[in-house]
């Protein structure tokens, strides 16, 4: 079991401004914090700093070769992380945002490449549960939105199923109940024409061409 002074329950609607800024401030010096998504639990870490998101790597074990998306605060930020926008992601940004949709942008140069695991693309995503949403608007960059689990094992909707590894090696737990669970995240990459549907999820693929043929 993990250090019970290192989870710290938050309401899931009104999350406690003070545990927010309290897991702002380690992901500010480069921690490492366990926190809800819409669906799943997700670890935060500064995108930007790339020792940060090798901890990431390192608590999930996960390959190299796979990249991790980030979320960030609103549309603003895509102009620091994407190489451009193209009008199918602006359509898709608006019917979509916050919510179930990561897009799959072209990265710029700036963006660390273990994040993009070499591929030059970087998914991106604005949460939709009140303590992500609040943690990406506290802290005004981007954080890293991967599940907490083990590379290839299933995601978790509560803290009580997490890998006592990832729960050990990580510097804060926000608990926030059991969430929804269910599939994560719809990732169409844009950088494609027509845009590409990597993985169908919260958002179907009728939904997704319906907006785009509007």
């Not at 942008?105 to 970087?122: I, Q």
Request: charged letters at 20%.
């Amino acid at each position: 079991m993990p250090d019970p002074g290192k989870i710290i329950r938050i309401d899931p609607v009104t999350p406690e401004p003070k545990a927010i800024a309290g897991a702002g401030s380690i992901i500010q010096k480069g921690g490492v914090v366990i926190f809800p998504t819409q669906c799943l639990y997700g670890i935060a870490a500064d995108a930007l700093n790339e020792k940060a998101v090798e901890k990431v790597f390192n608590i999930k074990k996960r390959p190299t070769k796979n990249p991790i998306l980030v979320l960030v605060p609103d549309q603003s930020f895509l102009e620091d992380l994407a190489e451009s926008i193209p009008e199918p992601a602006r359509k898709l940004m608006k019917a979509f945002w916050p919510g179930g949709l990561t897009l799959v942008c072209r990265a710029k140069p700036t963006v660390p490449k273990c994040l993009t695991a070499g591929s030059g693309k970087l998914g991106i995503r604005i949460p939709c549960h009140p303590a992500a949403k609040a943690l990406v608007n506290f802290l005004g960059f981007p954080i890293t939105g991967t599940s907490a689990n083990l590379s290839g094992k299933p995601g978790c909707d509560r803290i009580s199923s997490l890998d006592p590894s990832i729960l050990e090696k990580s510097d804060l737990i926000l608990d926030a109940g059991i969430l929804k669970g269910g599939i994560g995240s719809t990732i169409v990459d844009v950088t494609a024409s027509p845009v590409h549907i990597l993985r169908e999820g919260m958002i179907s693929e009728n939904q997704i061409r319906r907006i785009l043929t509007n």
